[in-house]
């Protein structure tokens, strides 16, 4: 079995998985410092994705760092697949979560200052750069594990 860089057990996947569970906190974090984020369904979407995908990213940088400390599990092909589908799942949802946070931050912020104030704008903007940045660390590592799984 060949090692992949950046499949799971390796210490380039724990610091993709810190990554991403950095990212997600801060997009949960900027988004939940302003109390109005729940009159639009974009902003409780971003929270309802980010509050599943931060504790998925600690579980797992948890279980990369045994691998890359104990180095005593071995690799089995179905706690691998349920990884692949669970980084795809939430990749997606965390894809289409960013977008729709992008978009109505775009239309907020153009319309006029009256829906959204210049600072709580900017902090809208902020969480939506975040969950970019989560969904690109998870979609990374779920294709470096798709690309271990033939090997098992």
Do not use: H
């Not at 589908?85 to 960013?98: I, K, N, R, Y």
């Amino acid at each position: 079995m060949e090692a992949v860089p950046g499949a799971l057990g390796t210490s380039a996947s724990l610091a993709l998985r810190l990554g991403q569970t950095v990212f997600s906190a801060a997009s949960l974090l900027f988004m939940c410092l302003d109390v109005e984020f729940y009159s639009y369904t974009s902003f409780s979407y971003l929270v309802t994705v980010m509050g599943l995908v931060t504790p998925w990213s600690v579980s797992l940088a948890l279980v990369d760092a045994y691998f890359v400390f104990v180095k005593g599990l071995p690799r089995q092909p179905r706690v691998l697949l349920v990884v692949i589908v669970g980084d795809w799942a939430l990749s997606f949802l965390s894809l289409a979560m960013a977008c729709s946070t992008a978009s109505v931050t775009s239309l907020l912020v153009n319309v006029s200052s009256t829906y959204c104030s210049s600072k709580i704008c900017s902090r809208y903007q902020l969480s939506a750069a975040m969950a970019f940045m989560s969904w690109f660390l998870s979609f990374a590592s779920t294709l470096f594990n798709l690309w271990l799984l033939p090997s098992l």
